[in-house]
């Protein structure tokens, strides 16, 4: 059974309450007490009904006139979610940047799975990509069929102190990971909601759960991901129309490369990282259930660390996110690295 994230909050804090109230017998605590048991009730009640709403959520079935959009499927994430689609029966649209690789992957998923492909070369960091994707996607599809899936995963980030990088790299960030996000979802739903079905992924972030020095337009970004996702999940759901905010950690993919994250604990110290194809399969197994979570931190660190940011002080936050992200030097690099070589790959 899934529990929401709300309702373990209410359990651990009534336990706490309980132990207080034993340790402390006094007037305030036994409120303090009563006022957590209600609150536990009320967070009860309301994911109660909102599982209800979702219950009624059509089923994407898959077929070969059934399209999965992926973009950023030239690399990492994008890759897997594409080839684990189609093991799935979907039929798939593969959007990005570098055409080769696209074309690569395309042969590949026709050989292995049998399943249509689409091909679209096109940067999605430039203003309007959302309204002329969808019109070419429109154009290029069969007669009778749709696209039930959309998984908007393209992104980068840049790890660097904030005024080290020039605004245009921040500016088609920012374009990229939120408002071509936010405007895939507008025009990709609305036929959605029409036909009562339909199930969209937005790829957020662990990094958009606090804030980020060293990412701070990243974590920015991502925050907005994260909290668009979870509403715009509440809103569709009783439409038909499932939406899941998938937020990686570390995992393993050109993104340390593009995003000079290659020697930064988070990305050295074993235990962080997950992989694609564990991240792809986690969160697609989510996505095509009857009853859809408004989101998923795959990965074992990654619950610890969206459960433990937000009760922490801001100060701490900051304070252990730089040091993660921070690129190691001298022999803290050499001792991390050889950590990494020995001990890395168990983790994984
Ligand atoms: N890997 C991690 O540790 C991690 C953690 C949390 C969240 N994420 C998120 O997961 C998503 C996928 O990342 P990844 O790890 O798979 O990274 P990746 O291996 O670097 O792949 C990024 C993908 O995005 C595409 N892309 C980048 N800029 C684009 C643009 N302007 N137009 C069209 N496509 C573009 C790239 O294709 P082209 O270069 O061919 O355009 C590539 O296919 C991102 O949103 C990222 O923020 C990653």
């Known amino acids: 059974m899934h529990l929401p994230r709300s309702n373990i909050h209410a359990l651990v804090l009534t336990a706490i309450t309980v132990v207080c109230v034993w340790l402390f017998p006094s007037t305030t605590t036994s409120v303090l007490f009563y006022g957590v048991l209600i609150g ?47 093991s799935r029966g979907y039929s798939v649209i593969l959007v990005a940047r570098r055409e080769q690789a696209l074309n690569k992957l395309a042969s590949e998923i026709t050989e292995q799975y049998g399943v249509e492909v689409i091909v679209r070369a096109m940067d999605l960091g430039k203003s309007g990509a959302a309204a002329t994707l969808f019109s070419q996607v429109i ?54 909601v029409t036909r009562g079905r339909g199930r969209i992924m937005n790829i957020g972030s662990v990094a958009g759960v606090g804030p980020d020095p060293l990412e701070a337009v990243y974590g920015a970004t991502k925050a907005f991901v994260n909290s668009f996702s979870r509403a715009l999940s509440y809103e569709l759901a009783p439409k038909g129309v499932g939406v899941l905010n998938c937020c990686p950690g570390a995992t393993i993919t050109e993104f340390s490369e593009v995003s000079g994250l290659t020697k930064s604990p988070v990305f050295l110290f074993p235990g962080f990282q997950t992989t694609s194809h564990f991240v792809a399969k986690t969160s697609l197994d989510s996505l095509l259930s009857p009853v859809v979570p408004c989101c998923i931190y795959p990965g074992f660190m990654n619950v610890i660390f969206a459960n433990v940011i937000p009760m922490e002080p801001h100060w701490l936050i900051m304070w252990v996110g730089h040091f993660l992200w921070a690129n190691l030097k001298g022999k803290s690099l050499e001792f991390a690295e050889k950590i990494h070589k020995n001990f890395g790959s168990k983790f994984l």
């Not at 009860?44 to 992926?70: D, I, N, T």
């Not at 980068?156 to 088609?172: E, G, I, Q």
Request: aromatic fraction near 6%.
């Open 139 to 192: 154009q290029a599809l069969p007669s009778n069929a749709t696209v039930d899936i959309l998984v908007n995963n393209a992104g980068f980030a840049k790890n660097d102190k904030f005024l080290n990088v020039d605004l245009y790299t921040y500016s088609s960030m920012v374009q990229l990971n939120s408002m071509h996000l936010m405007e895939m979802c507008h025009v990709f739903a609305k036929s959605m």
């Open 40 to 86: 536990a009730g009320v967070q009860l009640v309301a994911s109660v009904c909102v599982h209800q709403s979702r219950s009624k959520l059509g089923l994407v079935e898959p077929s070969v006139k059934s399209y999965a959009l992926v973009t950023g499927a030239s690399a990492g994430l994008g890759v897997d979610y594409a080839k684990q689609l189609a």
